[in-house]
């Protein structure tokens, strides 16, 4: 019978404390404050992890086959916004099956990809299709980003504006890397 007390006050006072403690964390949480800045690297780490799939795919064999990509997003104090991305070439296919070197188009198609879901460029000769415009690619960022209600179009505008995407594939001959960057809505980048 004694044990049968000590168990159920111990177990009351387990309550108890758990109580307490669950009703502090939740109410820290709620009165969490998350920066501007934050919140769009945030944003934009989940918007790159979730589409980063596309370029991945397996759909077409006639693109280049990469099998990972890694991106890394900062923001500086003047509020200029840099995007590294990194896509790696598949070592097997690039270096035994097929000898291909990453060209400007690459590039692109990677941007395009993750962002709008097309290529931009015809499949075959990798010459622009015009499919795809700078609006289409301000838009895309602009409703995919910029979704909350803390900032208006002027700020999101000039957010946009300020941000550089940089693009480095990796090719498993490291000779053959190439690397491009520009304005994240650019048509071409350089």
Same mark, same amino acid.
């Given at each position: 019978m004694a044990i049968c007390k000590k168990n159920f006050f111990t177990f009351i006072?387990?309550?108890i404390i758990t109580s307490i403690l669950t009703s502090n964390v939740f109410g820290g949480v709620n009165d969490l404050k998350i920066s501007k800045k934050n919140l769009i690297i945030i944003? &934009?780490?989940?918007?790159?992890?979730? &589409?980063?799939? =596309?370029?991945?795919? =397996?759909d077409f064999n006639f693109m280049v086959k990469y099998q990972n990509i890694e991106h890394d997003i900062e923001i500086d104090d003047l509020g200029n916004i840099k995007i590294n991305i990194f896509a790696k070439m598949d070592?097997? =296919? &690039?270096?035994?099956? %097929?000898?291909?070197?990453? %060209?400007?188009?690459?590039?692109?198609?990677? =941007?395009?990809?993750?962002?709008?879901?097309?290529?931009? &460029?015809?499949l075959f000769t990798l010459k622009k299709n015009y499919s795809i415009s700078e609006n289409e690619l301000f838009s895309a960022v602009k409703e995919k980003i910029y979704n909350f209600i803390e900032l208006n179009?002027?700020?999101?505008?000039?957010?946009?504006?300020?941000?550089v995407i940089n693009i480095t594939i990796i090719h498993p001959i490291k000779k053959f890397n190439i690397n491009c960057s520009g304005k994240i809505s650019e048509l071409e980048l350089s």
């Open positions: 006072l387990f309550l944003k &934009y780490d989940i918007f790159f992890l979730k &589409y980063q799939h =596309r370029v991945l795919s =397996r070592v097997l =296919r &690039y270096t035994k099956k %097929k000898k291909y070197k990453p %060209k400007l188009a690459d590039c692109n198609i990677i =941007r395009n990809k993750i962002l709008l879901n097309k290529l931009g &460029y015809s179009d002027k700020d999101i505008d000039n957010l946009i504006d300020s941000t």
